[in-house]
């Protein structure tokens, strides 16, 4: 039942938009603070369309614990929505017969779990769980503006309804939770659309479009090596500044998308679905095979889909959510995880404003945490877009952000570390040379991916068997928590730390002996280098100090091993 202030169009939080993002953190307040009034005010009314709906079907280990456990959609992920059999990635290109592509996956289903959505599915659900939570939905409407008042003033959302009447809400805070319509950026110009120019386009059809059936049965060697469906996974198809999905969706369902760098592919190419079947005949020709006679149930596409802001958050009592504020790249399924980042820290800034506490130190350690998280992320992802049919390096690249991953990021999730300033602050110094490695790392697999390289092969990568030193990684800080002892979490994460500049160390010596052979003979006597002077500039190790190492040495003989156990010599290659 409304309040006599609901009714008259007055509410604590007002959230613009009800997609994924705005859904979540109506649920995420109404489960720790019912005494808050919320608003929320959507386009679309109710029921969904289930499979052709949004983009954002993939979920990986972070974001399902946020649905799972913070919002508690445990029970629907289960029953109604598909478990996902992690990332997999096939890489090539589309020439080359997909047994013979390197695999980078996983056999099993992880312990942590992770979901593909049908995303009309879960939104469904989640308004209906937030009606029954106390939100006031408004459905069907259009918002016109929204008019940020000035200090202790009501800002006031205008909006039409869908039998054209006008209408006011009033919220001493408002959310614009509008997706790529950007409301607020635009309106006091905060957008940044810096990251460089990527497109996308996607369909759904009706069946699976099965990795599995793309080899023939006879070959048992390759089916015997995944104990479930290809399936269930998020498949990558790669090839040089693209990657394809191939995504399972509940009743029997696939989402095919195409995402490429816009300078090495035109959108032009693709943007329709007739143009998107010739892309594919030219680029990756086993899906084409296996889309015949499927019912086409849509066609949606994104041209330049990347972009952040300068800011997210504000202590005039404003916010952006989801793709309102920023948008990364879906290539490592990390939407669902940024709108658990964003909605979380959100609702500490709501929390601080609602106990009439000061906001603004607060609001900017937040936009400064979560901004730079982002931009982190998109470099990691857009500069391997180029070298994305080279499996040996990207079976290394993608080892590395693992190890950052599992290592030191997703614990700090998990602990809501991020949600503490003075913590986080703790965390940062300790992580300040990892930071530095990972720009050094990058330029490293870019230079490398540069230079005649012909060593190394890939052939099948079991992410979760093969690298026990990365396994470790991920079941250590495997949720649920496991403490709340502070010194724990800080010492797990410098574990990180230390494994990934070992996992450093020992990247660089195999691209030495790799694209720099002739320089390999000044390393045989070096067992311990300065990470932060990595680089395949060799005219630079001696001025930027990598043989002046700043850390004790440490045996690297075991994660070596399952480093080099990856690959396989090429004929004619150096030996190792």
């Known amino acids: 039942m409304r309040t006599g202030r609901e009714e008259a169009g007055q509410f604590d939080i007002v959230i613009c ?85 390197g695999e980078f996956g996983v056999a099993s289903f992880l312990p942590a779990k992770s979901y593909q959505i049908s995303r009309g599915r879960l ?210 399924s990390v939407g669902t995880n940024m709108i658990g980042y964003n909605n979380r820290l959100l609702a500490k800034i709501l929390e601080l404003d609602f106990q009439a506490q000061d906001t603004r130190d607060f609001v900017a350690y937040a936009n400064q945490y979560f901004l730079s998280l982002t931009q982190t992320l998109a470099h990691s992802i857009h500069s391997a877009y180029p070298f994305f049919d080279n499996g040996p390096l990207m079976v290394l690249k993608t080892t590395w952000d693992y190890f950052v991953g599992w290592g030191v990021s997703d614990p700090q999730f998990y602990y809501e570390t991020y949600l503490d300033p003075k913590v986080s602050g703790v965390i940062s110094t300790l992580l300040s040379a990892t930071v530095v490695t990972q720009a050094r790392m990058l330029r490293l697999f870019e230079d490398w991916s540069k230079l005649p390289s012909p060593a190394l092969d890939v052939d099948y990568v079991d992410y979760f068997v093969d690298l026990p030193t990365l396994r470790a990684l991920f079941l250590r800080n495997l949720p649920p928590l496991q403490t709340k002892d502070l010194g724990l979490v800080v010492k797990s994460i410098r574990d990180g730390a230390e494994r990934i500049e070992e996992l450093a160390q020992v990247i660089f010596l195999l691209a030495v002996e790799c694209a720099l052979p002739e320089k390999a003979h000044l390393f045989t006597d070096r067992p311990w280098l300065n990470v932060a002077a990595i680089s395949l500039d060799s005219e630079r190790w001696e001025e930027d100090g990598l043989f002046r190492p700043k850390t004790k040495p440490r045996a690297l003989g075991g994660l070596e091993e399952e480093i080099r156990s990856l690959f396989r010599r090429r004929r004619g290659g150096p030996t190792g």
């Open 17 to 101: 938009g009800g997609g994924l993002a705005g859904l979540c953190l109506a649920r995420q307040l109404r489960l720790t603070h019912k005494e808050w009034s919320v608003l929320l005010i959507d386009r679309l009314s109710r029921p969904l369309p289930e499979a052709d709906f949004k983009v954002g079907e993939s979920t990986i280990e972070v974001g399902a614990y946020y649905l799972a456990h913070t919002l508690g959609l445990r029970d629907h992920l289960e029953e109604d929505q598909l478990e996902k059999l992690g990332l997999r990635y096939f890489y090539g290109g589309g020439h080359t017969r997909l047994s013979e592509r």
């Open 123 to 332: 939104e469904n659900y989640l308004r209906q769980l937030v009606v029954d939570d106390g939100v006031c939905v408004d459905e069907g409407c259009s918002i016109g503006d929204i008019k940020i008042q000035p200090e202790e003033m009501f800002h006031e959302v205008l909006y039409r309804r869908a039998d054209g009447s006008a209408r006011t809400a009033q919220g001493r805070w408002v959310i614009d939770a509008m997706g790529r319509r950007r409301f607020l950026q635009r309106k006091f110009d905060l957008r940044k659309d810096d990251h460089g120019v990527f497109n996308a386009a996607w369909f759904r059809v009706e069946g699976a479009v099965e990795v599995d059936d793309m080899v023939p049965q006879s070959e048992t060697h390759w089916h015997g090596r995944v104990a479930e469906r290809r399936w269930y996974s998020t498949n990558h198809l790669m090839g040089p500044g693209y990657w394809v999905w191939l995504i399972p969706l509940a009743d029997n369902k696939t989402s095919v998308g195409i995402v490429t760098a816009g300078k090495l592919h035109s959108l032009e190419d693709y943007n329709s679905y007739d143009k998107a079947l010739a892309w594919l005949e030219a680029h990756e020709p086993d899906v084409v095979k296996h889309l015949a006679g499927r019912e086409v149930l849509d066609f949606k596409m994104l041209p330049n889909y990347s972009y952040s802001s300068q800011q997210v958050f504000s202590a005039d009592r404003w916010a952006c959510v989801g793709e309102a504020g920023v948008f990364v790249d879906p290539y490592y």
